[in-house]
C-alpha cells in the first residue's frame, strides 16, 4: 500500500498540495503557540528591585486568612494595615532600621532653568506617574547620586532619570520642589526622594521597613505581632511596588495563546478532514478502477491512510519548522503590544515540537477517517461514471453527528440559560461555544447549501445569458466542492462575529448599566491613585448648584457555606447623597437605608434577604457584623456591593458624581469643578465617562481577539486558496466544452469569478447564522439578568472577512482557469485525470 501512496503522491501531487498546506501551517501554528506558552511557563523569578541592596525587609502581610474545617483561605487586601509605631520602635533596637513612604506624586508643570537645560537630554519629558521615596531608602535599591546633592530641605528633591537635572523647579501635587541632584533610573520606577521628614508628613503610614540586622534577631522581634512578614533573599522581591506584574502579565499570555491554540487545533482539524474528504470525492473514479482491478475496500482504506500518513509526517515536519521561525515574531509582538514583560523571548524547549509534531500527524489520520471509509465504499462501477453531479454526499452518519452536534449545541445553550445564564457572558463560553455549531453547521451543510445557491442566485437566473443559471447548476449539482470551498468562509466568518459580536454586545449591556444607574449630569475622575483628598471634596462640595456624592472604591469578603472566602468590589458612598446621583438596580429595600451598619449586596450573595445579617472582613481584614439593607441584580457582573466611607477602610476616594440642582446652570457647575480640581483629575460628562470607561475592548482583549482572528483568517485563506486551485484544475474539460459551446475566455472567466463569490457567499451566510445563534443566546442570558440589551453584529468586520475571503476564492479560481484556456479547447476537451 505505502508503494501504491507513493507513486499516487507523485502523480497526483496537485490533489494532495491543499491538505499538505493547510496541516504544515496547522503545525506551524501549534509549535508557534507551544513555543510561546513553554517560555511564559519558564519564566524567571522575579528579582528584588527596590530592596535588592537591603538585609532584611519587614512589611505588613497584605493578605486576609481565614481558618476553615477545610485549612486557611486566603485572598490578597487591597487596603492592609500599616506597622504600628510599636513594632517599629521594637524593630530598630535589633539594628539599623530605614522607614520606606511610597506615595504617588504627579508633576504638573516642569519649568527648565537655564542652568538645567543643557543637562536635560533631548526629548525627555517628565514621567506622568511618579512615586515618592524618603531619601534614607534610596541606599537599599541602592541608587547612587550622578548628580548634585542630597535633599536637605522640605522643597528639595533627587529625580530619578534623565529628565531632570539639578536647578530645575517642578510644580507637583505635593508642592513646587526644586531637583537638587539625580541618580540614574535603574528601569522599574520613577521617583522623586524627598527628606524623611518630609515624606513622613506627605504619607506618615509605615507599610515596609529596610533593616541591616540578622534576620533571625528580626523575626524574633516580631514574632508576637500577626500580619508581618519578614523578607530575605528572593522573597525580598514581595516588598516591590508590583511584585505580581510579571506573573499577571504571564496569566494573561497563557490565557491569550491556549484560546488561540484551542482554535488553531479546531480550525486546523476541520479544514485539513474537509480537505482530505474534497479529495477523496475527486478521486471516485479513481477508487473505482481500483476496484476494477481487483483490490478489497480494506486497501484501498490502507492506501488512503497511507497517503495521509505520508502527507502528514511531511506537513508536520516543515511545520515544526516554521513554528521555529515564527515563535520569536510572536513573543516580539506580544511584547511590542503590551501583554507580554518587556524580557520576555522564546526558550530552549523542545516538548512543543514533539507536540506539534505528533498533533499532525493525528490530524492528518483523524481528518481521512470518515474518507477512508467513503474510499472503501465505492464499487467498481464508478469508474464507468462521468457525471458532475453529486450523489450520496448526505450520509446517515454525517446526518446524526450533524444534528446530534447541533442539538448538543443548542441544548447547552438552553441549559445554561436556565442554570447559570451569567456564565454565557464569560470568555470561555462566548470562545468555545461556536466550535459545536459551526462543526454541525458544517456537516449539515449539503442539506443547506443547494436551498442557498438557489436564494442567493436568483436574482442573476433571472437576467439575460446563461452564466447565472450555469453558476446555479454548477454550484448546486457540485455540492462536495461547494461545501469543501464555503467551510473555511464558515468558520473564519463565525468566529469573526461570534467573538467580536460577543465583545461588543457584553460591553454595550454593561455601558447600559451604567448608563441606566447613574442619574449624575457629571462625573469627576480623580487622576492617579491617590485619588482627591479631603480638601479637594469639600471645594467641591461649595459648588453653587452642585449636589456631590464621593465614593471610594474598595473590597469585602465574606465566607460562604464556611469554607469559600469571596472577595466583592465595593464603592463606599454617603446615602443621602448616592440617592441623589445613583439609581441602583434594587430588587429588595432601599438605598436610603444604607447606615454604618448596614451594607448593600447583590442577588449573588448567598445570603440577601433583607434584614439579615453578614459577617464580613473589610479592605483591611477588619471583621465586622453588617445588616442587608438592599438588595440589587447582579446583571453582568460589575454591580458589587456599597458600604459606608466608615466601613471602606481608608479607601480614598477616586470619583465624584455631581448632579445639578433644579434650576442650576450646568455649564456653570462643569466650569467651577474644573477650577477645583485643577490637573488633580477630570470632569466627564454622563455620556463621555460612560465611554471612556466602557470601550468596546481594552488593548489586550483587542490584541487576543486580533491574535485568534489572525490565525483564523490567515489558515481558512489559504486553505480556500489550495481548494480553489485544486477545484478548478480538476474542471479542465469542463471549462473547454463550455469554450467549444461559443463561449468566449471572458464569459468563461467571469463564469467562474461568479461562482466563487456565489460559494464564497454561502459560507459566509452559514457563518452569520452561526454567530447569530450565539449572540442571540447571549442576548437571552442578558434578558434573564434582566439587563436591557440588543445584540451587536460587527457587520464591518464581518464585510472586511468575507471580502478577504472573496478576493482569495477569486483570485484562486480565475487565475488556474485563465493559465488553462490558454490552451486549445480541443486540446483541454482531451484531457483526462
Same mark, same amino acid.
Given at each position: 500500500?505505502?508503494?501504491?501512496?507513493?507513486?499516487?503522491?507523485?502523480?497526483?501531487?496537485?490533489?494532495?498540495?491543499?491538505?499538505?498546506?493547510?496541516?504544515?501551517?496547522?503545525?506551524?501554528?501549534?509549535?508557534?503557540?507551544?513555543?510561546?506558552?513553554?517560555?511564559?511557563?519558564?519564566?524567571?523569578?522575579?528579582?528584588?528591585?527596590?530592596?535588592?541592596?537591603?538585609?532584611?525587609?519587614?512589611?505588613?502581610?497584605?493578605?486576609?486568612?481565614?481558618?476553615?474545617?477545610?485549612?486557611?483561605?486566603?485572598?490578597?487586601?487591597?487596603?492592609?494595615?500599616?506597622?504600628?509605631?510599636?513594632?517599629?520602635?521594637?524593630?530598630?533596637?535589633?539594628?539599623?532600621?530605614?522607614?520606606?513612604?511610597?506615595?504617588?506624586?504627579?508633576?504638573?508643570?516642569?519649568?527648565?532653568?537655564?542652568?538645567?537645560?543643557?543637562?536635560?537630554?533631548?526629548?525627555?519629558?517628565?514621567?506622568?506617574?511618579?512615586?515618592?521615596?524618603?531619601?534614607?531608602?534610596?541606599?537599599?535599591?541602592?541608587?547612587?547620586?550622578?548628580?548634585?546633592?542630597?535633599?536637605?530641605?522640605?522643597?528639595?528633591?533627587?529625580?530619578?532619570?534623565?529628565?531632570?537635572?539639578?536647578?530645575?523647579?517642578?510644580?507637583?501635587?505635593?508642592?513646587?520642589?526644586?531637583?537638587?541632584?539625580?541618580?540614574?533610573?535603574?528601569?522599574?520606577?520613577?521617583?522623586?526622594?524627598?527628606?524623611?521628614?518630609?515624606?513622613?508628613?506627605?504619607?506618615?503610614?509605615?507599610?515596609?521597613?529596610?533593616?541591616?540586622?540578622?534576620?533571625?534577631?528580626?523575626?524574633?522581634?516580631?514574632?508576637?505581632?500577626?500580619?508581618?512578614?519578614?523578607?530575605?533573599?528572593?522573597?525580598?522581591?514581595?516588598?516591590?511596588?508590583?511584585?505580581?506584574?510579571?506573573?499577571?502579565?504571564?496569566?494573561?499570555?497563557?490565557?491569550?495563546?491556549?484560546?488561540?491554540?484551542?482554535?488553531?487545533?479546531?480550525?486546523?482539524?476541520?479544514?485539513?478532514?474537509?480537505?482530505?474528504?474534497?479529495?477523496?470525492?475527486?478521486?471516485?473514479?479513481?477508487?473505482?478502477?481500483?476496484?476494477?482491478?481487483?483490490?478489497?475496500?480494506?486497501?484501498?482504506?490502507?492506501?488512503?491512510?497511507?497517503?495521509?500518513?505520508?502527507?502528514?509526517?511531511?506537513?508536520?515536519?516543515?511545520?515544526?519548522?516554521?513554528?521555529?521561525?515564527?515563535?520569536?515574531?510572536?513573543?516580539?509582538?506580544?511584547?511590542?503590544?503590551?501583554?507580554?514583560?518587556?524580557?520576555?523571548?522564546?526558550?530552549?524547549?523542545?516538548?512543543?515540537?514533539?507536540?506539534?509534531?505528533?498533533?499532525?500527524?493525528? +490530524? #492528518? @489520520? &483523524? !481528518?481521512?477517517?470518515?474518507?477512508?471509509?467513503?474510499?472503501? /465504499?465505492?464499487?467498481? *462501477?464508478?469508474?464507468? =461514471?462521468?457525471?458532475?453531479?453529486?450523489?450520496?454526499?448526505?450520509?446517515?452518519?454525517?446526518?446524526?453527528?450533524?444534528?446530534?452536534?447541533?442539538?448538543?449545541?443548542?441544548?447547552?445553550?438552553?441549559?445554561?440559560?436556565?442554570?447559570?445564564?451569567?456564565?454565557?457572558?464569560?470568555?470561555?463560553?462566548?470562545?468555545?461555544?461556536?466550535?459545536?455549531?459551526?462543526?454541525?453547521?458544517?456537516?449539515?451543510?449539503?442539506?443547506?447549501?443547494?436551498?442557498?445557491?438557489?436564494?442567493?442566485?436568483?436574482?442573476?437566473?433571472?437576467?439575460?445569458?446563461?452564466?447565472?443559471?450555469?453558476?446555479?447548476?454548477?454550484?448546486?449539482?457540485?455540492?462536495?466542492?461547494?461545501?469543501?470551498?464555503?467551510?473555511?468562509?464558515?468558520?473564519? +466568518? #463565525? @468566529? &469573526? !462575529?461570534?467573538?467580536?459580536?460577543?465583545?461588543?454586545?457584553? /460591553?454595550?449591556?454593561? *455601558?447600559?448599566?451604567? =448608563?441606566?444607574?447613574?442619574?449624575?449630569?457629571?462625573?469627576?475622575?480623580?487622576?492617579?491613585?491617590?485619588?482627591?483628598?479631603?480638601?479637594?471634596?469639600?471645594?467641591?462640595?461649595?459648588?453653587?448648584?452642585?449636589?456631590?456624592?464621593?465614593?471610594?472604591?474598595?473590597?469585602?469578603?465574606?465566607?460562604?457555606?464556611?469554607?469559600?472566602?469571596?472577595?466583592?468590589?465595593?464603592?463606599?458612598?454617603?446615602?443621602?447623597?448616592?440617592?441623589?446621583?445613583?439609581?441602583?438596580?434594587?430588587?429588595?429595600?432601599?438605598?436610603?437605608?444604607?447606615?454604618?451598619?448596614?451594607?448593600?449586596?447583590?442577588?449573588?450573595?448567598?445570603?440577601?434577604?433583607?434584614?439579615?445579617?453578614?459577617?464580613?472582613?473589610?479592605?483591611?481584614?477588619?471583621?465586622?457584623?453588617?445588616?442587608?439593607?438592599?438588595?440589587?441584580?447582579?446583571?453582568?457582573?460589575?454591580?458589587?456591593?456599597?458600604?459606608?466611607?466608615?466601613?471602606?477602610?481608608?479607601?480614598?476616594?477616586?470619583?465624584?458624581?455631581?448632579?445639578?440642582?433644579?434650576?442650576?446652570?450646568?455649564?456653570?457647575?462643569?466650569?467651577?469643578?474644573?477650577?477645583?480640581?485643577?490637573?488633580?483629575?477630570?470632569?466627564?460628562?454622563?455620556?463621555?465617562?460612560?465611554?471612556?470607561?466602557?470601550?468596546?475592548?481594552?488593548?489586550?482583549?483587542?490584541?487576543?481577539?486580533?491574535?485568534?482572528?489572525?490565525?483564523?483568517?490567515?489558515?481558512?485563506?489559504?486553505?480556500?486558496?489550495?481548494?480553489?486551485?485544486?477545484?478548478?484544475?480538476?474542471?479542465?474539460?469542463?471549462?473547454?466544452?463550455?469554450?467549444?459551446?461559443?463561449?468566449?475566455?471572458?464569459?468563461?472567466?467571469?463564469?467562474?469569478?461568479?461562482?466563487?463569490?456565489?460559494?464564497?457567499?454561502?459560507?459566509?451566510?452559514?457563518?452569520?447564522?452561526?454567530?447569530?445563534?450565539?449572540?442571540?443566546?447571549?442576548?437571552?442570558?442578558?434578558?434573564?439578568?434582566?439587563?436591557?440589551?440588543?445584540?451587536?453584529?460587527?457587520?464591518?468586520?464581518?464585510?472586511?472577512?468575507?471580502?478577504?475571503?472573496?478576493?482569495?476564492?477569486?483570485?484562486?479560481?480565475?487565475?488556474?482557469?485563465?493559465?488553462?484556456?490558454?490552451?486549445?479547447?480541443?486540446?483541454?476537451?482531451?484531457?483526462?485525470?
Amino acid at each position: 500500500m505505502l508503494s501504491v501512496a507513493l507513486r499516487t503522491l507523485r502523480a497526483r501531487w496537485t490533489t494532495f498540495v491543499g491538505s499538505f498546506v493547510a496541516l504544515a501551517l496547522g503545525v506551524g501554528l501549534i509549535a508557534t503557540m507551544g513555543l510561546a506558552l513553554a517560555a511564559s511557563l519558564d519564566a524567571p523569578d522575579h528579582r528584588p528591585e527596590r530592596f535588592a541592596a537591603a538585609p532584611v525587609v519587614v512589611k505588613a502581610s497584605g493578605v486576609l486568612r481565614v481558618p476553615t474545617p477545610v485549612g486557611d483561605r486566603t485572598e490578597e487586601l487591597d487596603f492592609p494595615p500599616p506597622l504600628s509605631p510599636a513594632l517599629v520602635r521594637k524593630v530598630a533596637a535589633v539594628g539599623r532600621t530605614v522607614e520606606n513612604r511610597a506615595f504617588a506624586v504627579r508633576v504638573v508643570r516642569v519649568v527648565r532653568t537655564t542652568q538645567a537645560s543643557h543637562e536635560v537630554r533631548a526629548g525627555q519629558a517628565a514621567p506622568a506617574a511618579l512615586v515618592g521615596h524618603p531619601w534614607s531608602a534610596a541606599a537599599f535599591a541602592p541608587y547612587r547620586l550622578d548628580a548634585g546633592r542630597a535633599p536637605e530641605a522640605a522643597d528639595e528633591v533627587v529625580a530619578t532619570g534623565r529628565w531632570a537635572a539639578p536647578g530645575m523647579r517642578i510644580r507637583t501635587d505635593r508642592g513646587t520642589v526644586t531637583v537638587v541632584g539625580t541618580v540614574r533610573d535603574l528601569g522599574f520606577e520613577h521617583a522623586l526622594f524627598f527628606t524623611d521628614s518630609r515624606a513622613a508628613e506627605l504619607s506618615p503610614p509605615v507599610h515596609q521597613l529596610a533593616v541591616s540586622a540578622d534576620a533571625g534577631a528580626v523575626r524574633a522581634a516580631v514574632a508576637d505581632t500577626p500580619g508581618v512578614r519578614v523578607l530575605t533573599g528572593s522573597a525580598r522581591a514581595q516588598a516591590d511596588a508590583d511584585p505580581d506584574r510579571d506573573g499577571e502579565a504571564l496569566v494573561v499570555v497563557n490565557t491569550m495563546l491556549g484560546t488561540a491554540a484551542g482554535v488553531t487545533g479546531f480550525v486546523s482539524v476541520f479544514v485539513v478532514a474537509s480537505t482530505f474528504a474534497f479529495g477523496v470525492a475527486q478521486r471516485r473514479r479513481e477508487f473505482g478502477l481500483l476496484r476494477t482491478a481487483g483490490a478489497t475496500p480494506g486497501q484501498v482504506r490502507r492506501t488512503v491512510f497511507a497517503e495521509a500518513a505520508v502527507v502528514g509526517v511531511a506537513a508536520s515536519a516543515t511545520g515544526c519548522t516554521l513554528g521555529a521561525a515564527a515563535a520569536p515574531r510572536l513573543a516580539a509582538w506580544l511584547v511590542t503590544s503590551g501583554v507580554a514583560p518587556g524580557w520576555f523571548a522564546i526558550g530552549t524547549s523542545t516538548w512543543p515540537y514533539q507536540l506539534a509534531f505528533w498533533t499532525g500527524l493525528s +490530524v #492528518a @489520520l &483523524a !481528518g481521512v477517517v470518515a474518507a477512508s471509509w467513503r474510499a472503501g /465504499a465505492v464499487g467498481p *462501477a464508478e469508474a464507468l =461514471r462521468d457525471a458532475a453531479v453529486d450523489s450520496g454526499v448526505m450520509t446517515w452518519g454525517r446526518r446524526f453527528f450533524g444534528a446530534g452536534l447541533l442539538l448538543t449545541g443548542l441544548g447547552l445553550l438552553a441549559f445554561t440559560l436556565v442554570t447559570e445564564p451569567g456564565s454565557l457572558l464569560g470568555r470561555k463560553a462566548y470562545t468555545s461555544r461556536p466550535m459545536l455549531l459551526i462543526t454541525a453547521f458544517a456537516l449539515l451543510a449539503p442539506v443547506l447549501v443547494r436551498p442557498l445557491i438557489r436564494l442567493l442566485t436568483w436574482p442573476q437566473a433571472r437576467l439575460r445569458g446563461a452564466v447565472g443559471l450555469l453558476v446555479r447548476q454548477n454550484a448546486s449539482t457540485a455540492i462536495r466542492r461547494t461545501s469543501a470551498v464555503a467551510a473555511p468562509v464558515l468558520v473564519t +466568518v #463565525a @468566529l &469573526a !462575529g461570534s467573538l467580536l459580536g460577543a465583545v461588543a454586545t457584553v /460591553a454595550d449591556a454593561k *455601558a447600559g448599566e451604567v =448608563r441606566r444607574q447613574t442619574t449624575a449630569d457629571f462625573v469627576v475622575s480623580g487622576a492617579g491613585d491617590r485619588g482627591f483628598d479631603a480638601a479637594t471634596v469639600a471645594r467641591m462640595r461649595r459648588v453653587p448648584g452642585a449636589v456631590v456624592s464621593p465614593t471610594a472604591a474598595g473590597a469585602v469578603y465574606v465566607l460562604e457555606d464556611g469554607v469559600a472566602l469571596i472577595r466583592s468590589d465595593a464603592r463606599a458612598a454617603e446615602p443621602s447623597a448616592l440617592a441623589a446621583t445613583a439609581r441602583l438596580p434594587l430588587v429588595a429595600g432601599r438605598s436610603a437605608d444604607l447606615d454604618d451598619h448596614s451594607i448593600i449586596v447583590n442577588d449573588e450573595w448567598r445570603e440577601h434577604t433583607v434584614g439579615r445579617s453578614v459577617a464580613v472582613r473589610l479592605g483591611d481584614g477588619t471583621r465586622r457584623t453588617l445588616r442587608i439593607a438592599a438588595v440589587m441584580r447582579a446583571g453582568t457582573g460589575d454591580n458589587g456591593v456599597y458600604v459606608t466611607p466608615r466601613n471602606a477602610a481608608g479607601a480614598p476616594v477616586d470619583r465624584v458624581d455631581v448632579a445639578v440642582r433644579k434650576g442650576g446652570d450646568a455649564d456653570a457647575v462643569a466650569a467651577a469643578l474644573r477650577a477645583e480640581v485643577g490637573d488633580g483629575g477630570r470632569v466627564f460628562t454622563k455620556a463621555s465617562w460612560v465611554a471612556a470607561s466602557y470601550p468596546a475592548t481594552d488593548s489586550r482583549t483587542r490584541a487576543g481577539f486580533l491574535l485568534v482572528l489572525g490565525i483564523a483568517l490567515l489558515y481558512s485563506g489559504i486553505a480556500l486558496a489550495n481548494t480553489m486551485v485544486t477545484a478548478t484544475a480538476d474542471r479542465v474539460r469542463d471549462l473547454a466544452v463550455l469554450r467549444l459551446a461559443g463561449a468566449t475566455k471572458a464569459q468563461v472567466l467571469r463564469l467562474v469569478a461568479v461562482e466563487a463569490l456565489t460559494v464564497v457567499a454561502v459560507g459566509a451566510v452559514l457563518g452569520v447564522l452561526v454567530a447569530g445563534l450565539n449572540l442571540l443566546g447571549m442576548w437571552g442570558a442578558l434578558g434573564v439578568l434582566r439587563v436591557p440589551s440588543v445584540p451587536v453584529m460587527p457587520w464591518s468586520a464581518l464585510l472586511a472577512v468575507a471580502a478577504a475571503c472573496a478576493a482569495t476564492a477569486v483570485v484562486s479560481a480565475v487565475v488556474p482557469a485563465w493559465l488553462s484556456l490558454r490552451r486549445r479547447p480541443v486540446e483541454l476537451a482531451g484531457t483526462r485525470e
